[in-house]
């Protein structure tokens, strides 16, 4: 038996396949008759089809001018290369269509180790990239980084991540980068990852650990600003760089605490200009703290401890208070519009205790006492969360939201070590 396909001469019955990436990139900005002249000659290309710009301006009902732009248009985006027999002749070449595969293999998914000789993909920052791409931890890079846009990534953005590995970034932190900026930031813009890549690596930010430990203490201070700049009746975003050093200077070299220096801000209350008020309340205490030295001064650094550990134990005190006040703020609101889901929770509250007697007994009838309550506490949160979800309230709207999920915004772990958190904090 032979099993035989039938061929065909008409080109007109084949199928053109143009390469993705010249539709999501070159496609949308590129001159519409231009696009024309790229696909037909691509058509005839593949055919092995003869073809001469004349033909192809005649056949499109375009000028001759047009196709050579063309051309020109395509050659310096690097996707075609013009190769002429006769060198003495520049209006007569063959075009050579490039190959976008081996350039872009990385972000479609493709294992670039089949691809020996790699193109840069631009600048001279993807001379690094090109030997990464047959790292599994930069194709892993790119396809997070893919998912986190929804859609592959142009050349341009390949080429800016190109240069931030050129730039000694590993593809972790650059995937971590981009989670933060997707996620904090609202944005995934190459452009402005790559700006949040080299102000961390400025920061002396190799590791994600390191990113979350400079991003724990840039919430930190912050949120400090904050409160400060509220006090002042200023707010955060007409902040300068200046005032952000006289504050670092009040909550680092001079010690004070939060609450001493929005006490003092309090002071301020009708003052014509607050901040150098407060500035001299504090530079008036500090010198008093000083002038008869620290540990002889009550209440002064060396007994306060105005060390960073103890700023960062004051952050996770306020962080957790906050967080908790909300969550109190929400499970109010919900209670007052659903009584029935406050019954609920007492009803759970009261099972729990239940429960606890049930597994002390350590009897037979206790444990299956356990096993019956337990049942009822599911059907209980199966009602609350219906009922919370008949309303818009999400299921955990009134759970308290920690920072952190491990430490619960203490900075110390259930084993009594130091959270992750902290100890990155603390570097």
């Not at 063959?94 to 998914?109: Q, T």
């Not at 955990?396 to 920072?403: A, C, F, I, Q």
Request: with cysteine; glycine share 10%.
């Amino acid at each position: 038996m032979s099993y035989i396909v039938e061929n065909h001469a008409n080109y007109y019955l084949d199928d053109t396949q143009v390469p993705n990436w010249f539709i999501a990139e070159y496609l949308p900005g590129a001159p519409g008759d231009f696009v024309k002249v790229y696909i037909y000659a691509y058509m005839r290309a593949a055919r092995r089809d003869a073809a001469s710009n004349e033909s192809i301006a005649r056949e499109l009902g375009l000028a001759l001018e047009d196709v050579l732009a063309a051309w020109t248009y395509f050659e310096g985006r690097g996707l075609v290369r013009k190769r002429y027999p006769d060198a003495s002749d520049s209006m007569h070449y063959d075009v050579v269509f490039a190959d976008m595969k081996p350039r872009f293999g990385a972000a479609c998914g493709a294992d670039a180790s089949d691809s020996a000789d790699l193109e840069p993909l631009g600048g001279g920052s993807g001379e690094r990239l090109n030997t990464a791409l047959r790292d599994v931890d930069v194709r892993d890079m790119f396809r997070e980084i893919e998912r986190l846009n929804g859609r592959a990534l142009a050349g341009a953005d390949i080429a800016k991540v190109g240069a931030l590995l050129d730039g000694g970034a590993s593809p972790q932190l650059v995937t971590f980068a981009y989670k933060y900026c997707a996620e904090r930031r609202k944005s995934t813009r190459a452009a402005y990852v790559a700006e949040v890549v080299r102000s961390w690596q400025e920061s002396g930010v190799i590791t994600p650990e390191d990113a979350e430990g400079h991003l724990l203490d840039t919430d930190m201070r912050m949120d400090q600003y904050r409160q400060i700049m509220k006090a002042l009746g200023l707010h955060i975003s007409s902040i300068t760089d200046a005032e952000k050093q006289v504050f670092d200077r009040w909550l680092g070299e001079m010690g004070f605490t939060m609450d001493e220096v929005l006490a003092a801000a309090g002071k301020a209350a009708g003052k014509r200009n607050k901040f150098d008020y407060v500035k001299k309340i504090l530079e008036s205490d500090y010198e008093g703290m000083t002038s008869g030295g620290l540990a002889s001064v009550p209440g002064g650094r060396a007994r306060r401890g105005g060390s960073a550990a103890g700023q960062r134990e004051r952050y996770y005190a306020e962080t957790r208070a906050r967080a908790e006040a909300e969550a109190e703020a929400h499970r109010r609101e919900v209670y007052a519009k659903l009584p029935n889901v406050e019954a609920i929770d007492r009803d759970i509250a009261r099972l729990n205790m239940e429960s606890v007697s049930a597994i002390m007994s350590r009897s037979d009838s206790g444990r299956a006492e356990s096993a019956r309550i337990a049942a009822a506490i599911e059907k209980k949160l199966s009602e609350k969360a219906a009922a919370m979800g008949g309303a818009g309230f999400a299921a955990d709207y009134m759970e308290t939201k920690y920072r952190c999920a491990i430490c619960r915004d203490t900075g110390i772990k259930d084993d009594g070590g130091a959270c992750r958190c902290f100890a990155a904090g603390s570097r």
